[in-house]
């Protein structure tokens, strides 16, 4: 990826906050969990980038806001040009069919009546009028793209392993030639081994079709494998955004920090002389979060000014974001 | 040094509609005294089914436990009757399960559940025991501990229900602490929190743990030993070091390679093991890895190897062309 690339996506102070009803009877909505707070950051044609957090934080929000499945409660998503937040149903249609998503769970997300050729010509029916042998050589072409025997038409999801499936699950993502996929958790329920093809397969993918990838996951040893940029989300919010070798190597916001030393080391001797940042406590309720700074429960180097005022979330150095008083 | 634990030739097997699933076939192996052993292996490894198997926790039927000893403070817990192997559980060996949450009775507080075992197992009065219970949550870290005794389990986050059963496997000081994937469902924050935890507990009590994941990098930075499985057997074994900077099994080396390096260069491509694990219920002939394996020759597919020591004490391997391949890594 290069820095003269092109914007293919702008989130613009995103927020999506859900009303929590409270008491049994009465249906007051009078709290709010303010699952994304302000989120801004956006995304070049042809790169990939992580977008990692844990629990809680809005990551996944974040990715079905992108696509409109959530109406955000205010700010802008500009997709190529097009403000997709004020799109009626019948116009989002139109722009989805370059905006695609693979799903967590490869075992939820196929229907299990359904065989495997339906399932990846369901974009097709919905969005092209292919038909009869087009279709089928589509379908075909589609399963050798991800590495499966194109004779698998006629299967059902339940005859194949969990990486197989989320191969099938790539293959639909990829019917319509999107231009964006958000791959929200794509290898967080599969083996190590399996993790490893589906990442090489995606990566291919990218190299083959020039797709750009929003990858969402917990999991940051495979993230900093696959991105280019990340962005650190915690409670809502965005706690840094940087090239990949910025956040691991020069990470400024204390959460980054202990958050990358969190990161298990596959080789003792390095592990061991590695320094840990442990943080105390969990992860403050999304209903409450604290004044101030979201992180302040947790971290290490906290002041006063910490409680009292949000930080900034402001550009430290080009194209490095940080939320944090003292980075 | 006398070994806390040996297991010899341990098998384990289920009757299933589809045919019998080989799940453990005839490990063997010893567990020191104050050891860390990581066991290794991914789904269907036969890793959880084996711990099971030592605590007795197999249902029979559909299970079956044909032969094996497991010898643990001079008997072998496969002879003991129920009655006696109650008493081993949570007093001598104690474990902690994956989902900290479905392994928490709902409608009771938690204090009453640590309180439980030290009734049964100490013999202590319901005042003893919540004094220890309370004395317990303070070690694994819980905040407000006295406070805490009196909450349900829904009141606890993940990581502190997770300490909750840390506190409760060790409310009898076990011998042998068993941990399967104890941190699997847990943030990456609140995981590095457990397992500091686990070692400072191992270090001041002394006992043993045994550490079952499918992640070679959680331990890599706690285990002294590590048992790598595949499809029912220990196909490699070693001092941590050695597993890693001197792998010897093909598979080992795979899943090493699965891994992402903290320092690999941009555009590197991950080494990933072709195909998938062979079938428990029809076992190829030879060595479980074959189809998979790139170094795979006619021998290997005709005889299964066993495992045979190599140039470091206590690294064994079960492969047939470990000398030559060694230091290869995967093609």
């Not at chain 1, 990826?1 to 909505?29: A, C, D, H, W």
């Not at chain 2, 009655?83 to 900290?100: K, L, N, S, T, Y």
């Not at chain 2, 290997?300 to 470091?312: D, K, S, Y």
């Amino acid at each position: 990826m290069n820095s003269e690339n092109k914007v293919l996506l702008q989130v613009i102070n995103l927020k999506k906050y859900f009303p929590v009803s409270r008491g049994l009877f009465t249906n007051r909505q009078t709290r709010y969990v303010k699952a994304v707070d302000d989120v801004s950051f956006e995304v070049f044609d042809g790169e990939t980038l992580g977008l990692v957090g844990e629990t809680g934080c809005g990551k996944t929000t974040v990715a079905r806001t992108i696509l409109q499945l959530y109406r955000p409660t205010s700010g802008n998503i500009i997709f190529d040009g097009i403000d997709l937040t004020s799109l009626a149903e019948n116009e989002l249609r139109k722009i989805r069919r370059r905006m695609q998503m693979i799903f967590q769970d490869p075992y939820a997300s196929l229907n299990p009546r359904m065989t495997v050729g339906n399932i990846i010509s369901a974009p097709l029916d919905v969005h092209t009028d292919l038909g009869g042998k087009e279709k089928q050589d589509k379908v075909q072409d589609l399963l050798r793209l991800v590495g499966l025997n194109p004779d698998f038409v006629n299967r059902y999801p339940h005859e194949f392993s969990g990486g197989q499936r989320q191969r099938i699950g790539i293959a639909r993502a990829l019917a319509l030639n999107p231009d964006l996929v958000i791959c929200d958790e794509p290898i967080s329920s599969l083996d190590v081994s399996i993790q490893a093809q589906v990442v090489n397969l995606l990566e291919e993918l990218q190299d083959r079709l020039g797709l750009t990838y929003i990858f969402v996951a917990h999991d940051l040893s495979m993230v900093r494998h696959i991105s280019d940029r990340m962005v650190v989300m915690y409670l809502g919010k965005v706690m840094e955004l940087a090239a990949r070798n910025e956040i691991y190597l020069r990470p400024r916001h204390p959460y980054t920090r202990a958050l990358m030393s969190a990161v298990p080391i596959p080789n003792p001797r390095k592990a061991r002389d590695r320094q840990r940042i442990l943080l105390k406590g969990d992860i403050p309720s999304p209903l409450n979060p604290p004044n101030g700074c979201n992180f302040n429960t947790r971290c290490p180097m906290a002041q006063a000014i910490c409680f009292n005022t949000d930080p900034e979330y402001r550009e430290i150095e080009p194209r490095h974001y940080v939320a944090c008083h003292f980075a | 040094m006398k070994p806390l634990m040996e297991i010899k030739n341990l098998t384990t097997r289920f009757y299933t509609q589809d045919g019998v699933v080989n799940a453990v076939n005839g490990i063997s192996y010893t567990l020191d005294p104050g050891e860390i052993l990581g066991v290794v292996g991914e789904s269907g490894c036969g890793k959880s089914v084996h711990a099971l198997s030592i605590m007795r926790l197999i249902q029979i039927p559909p299970g079956e436990i044909p032969a094996g000893e497991v010898f643990f403070g001079g008997r072998d817990l496969l002879k003991l009757s129920e009655r006696e192997m109650r008493m081993v559980r949570g007093h001598e060996i104690a474990m902690v399960f994956q989902d900290p949450m479905s392994s928490l009775n709902p409608v009771y507080t938690v204090g009453f559940q640590i309180s439980e075992a030290l009734m049964l197992h100490k013999k202590m009065n319901r005042s003893q025991a919540k004094v220890r219970a309370i004395e317990l949550l303070n070690l694994v870290g819980i905040p407000e501990a006295t406070k805490r005794f009196d909450n349900y389990p829904h009141q606890f986050s993940g990581g502190m229900r997770q300490r909750a059963m840390i506190a409760m496997a060790l409310s009898c000081e076990p011998k042998l602490l068993i941990a399967d994937e104890p941190t699997t469902a847990l943030d990456v924050t609140i995981q590095a929190q457990i397992i500091n935890l686990v070692i400072r507990l191992q270090e001041e009590l002394g006992m043993s743990v045994m550490w079952i994941t499918h992640d070679l990098g959680i331990v890599a930075e706690m285990v002294h030993r590590i048992n790598v499985m595949y499809a029912g057997f220990i196909i490699e074994r070693g001092f941590v070091d050695d597993i890693y900077n001197h792998t010897l099994h093909p598979y080992t080396m795979g899943l090493l390679g699965s891994l992402p390096s903290i320092d690999e260069a941009p555009g590197t491509k991950l080494i990933s093991i072709p195909g998938l694990p062979p079938d428990l219920i029809a076992l190829p002939e030879g060595c479980p890895f074959f189809a998979r394996c790139t170094y795979r020759v006619e021998q290997c597919r005709q005889e299964r190897p066993q495992l045979e020591n190599a140039q470091e004490a206590g690294h064994t391997v079960a492969c047939w062309r470990w000398r030559e391949i060694q230091g290869l890594g995967v093609a």
